[in-house]
Every structure is written in structure tokens, then in C-alpha cells.
């Protein structure tokens, strides 16, 4: 299994490294055959081009598909960001700037992104799912533990947060948003561990990977120096997020028990 963590609107770094990792050509077709990949989630937000992000993921998808291949898609915290700005606007919220507007402009959002989300894009960005799982690894976009009163399961997580995407309810949007804030739960030397065994207790798998959280942030690095994946919480979870928006060149990351030797 290949992922790729946060792209932030930084499409042109995206394509390269997916080309370099053989899962794509120059000309951005599929090439990974029957391979699997992930993206895993903030495709918009601090870069120029979330449009191209989105709209790469879901022609990569059918193409895969085709191919016998899978490319599954994350919902991110900057998705639900942008999808708040637009299904609201001005009215008020309880994030940075007051309004669901103004607090997406405060994260970085792009004007471009948002004039360009129509219907298919909308839909497309309302039925991604916030977890999954792929054999052994369990996969989510933060690296936090609030998942688990969204439900006790991938399903039911994924049913209740698809449910807010859908609705009108201000206040259950704030509140998502507000959870999504959260990050670094398992970064404790000493208690990390264990929170991530509960996490995969509840949800299934034997390592979780996500991204939400540059990697720089967890181990002193800087953004150009990242170049893969970081392990921690004594192997159980690995941070894919090479923070392309901080300057960081990216990376495809090909997932096994390599990693831990």
C-alpha cells in the first residue's frame, strides 16, 4: 500500500513524487497497475491549487479502478474547513476569525478553490470517508483521538461525519471543526503507546498512519530535510504528512513491516 500525506494545494510537488514513486506518468495517467494508494486528506489550503489536487485524486481513482488498482481519498480537517466556508459564509463561528468565511481565509484558504467547487466536487469532497482500513493498517487524517465520539467504529464514524457534511447544523459543523483542531495524542514517549493500542483496539488494525501533523513538529526536522515517513509510539504509528506547504519537497510512502526494521 502507497500514501501520501497533506497536500495543501501544492499539486505540481504531489505529481512529481506520485511520477517518481512509478504510480503515475508525466502526463499525470495511472500507472500503479493493481497497486493501492491513499491520499490522506487536506488536499486544499496554504497552496495554490487545491482544484487540481481534488480533481487528480478523483480521475486517479477511476483510472485505478480500471487498471484493477485502488486509490482511496481521506476527508482532512482543511476539507471540512473549505466546505464550512462555502456552505455558510459569513455566519458566525467559533473558529479564528469569527466566521466559518473569515476562519478558512485564516488557514490559508485560496479564493480560486472555493469559486471552483461545484456540484460533482461538493459531492465527491461530502462522501469522503474519515477512516479506514486497509489489511493491517488503520488510517485517519489526525493524529488524535476524537474519532471515537463520532462512533465505536470505522462505519459509524464515517456515517456521522458524513451526516454533519450533509446538513445545515452550524453548531455540529463548529463542533467537527473544533475536534479536528486536535493533534499529537500519541506523541507522549511514555503514554503513546498505549493510547495508540486503545485507538487500534476500538478500530481495528495493528498501525495507524496519518498525516494532519508535519512531521517537522514531531522530530525538530526541517520541512526540506523530510523525505519519509516518520514511526514513533514504539512502531505502532507513522506521521506522512513531509509538510509540502512549509517548504518540504513531499514523498510517496510504500507502506510494510520494512519500516520498522
Known sequence: ????GDIHGQFDKATVVLCEAGLIDAGGGWTGGAATLWFMGDYFDRGPDGIAAI?????????AAAAGG?????LGNHDVLILAAQRFGDAPSGGPGGTFLASWQRNGGEASDLAGLDGDRLAWLRSLPAMAREGDWLLAH????????YGRTIGEVNRSIRRILHSDDAADWDLLLDYFSQ???FQDAERGPARVQ?????YGGRRFVHGHTPIGKLTGQKPAAVSAPHTYAGGLAVDVDAGMYMGGRGFVAQLSEAIYR
Open 55 to 63: 480533481d487528480l485524486v478523483r480521475r486517479l481513482q477511476g483510472e
Open 142 to 149: 489526525a493524529d488524535a483521538t476524537f474519532y471515537q465520539v
Open 70 to 74: 485502488r486509490v482511496g481519498a481521506l
Open 1 to 4: 500500500m502507497y500514501v501520501i
Open 183 to 185: 493533534r499529537r495524542a
Open 198 to 202: 486503545r485507538f487500534l483496539a476500538l
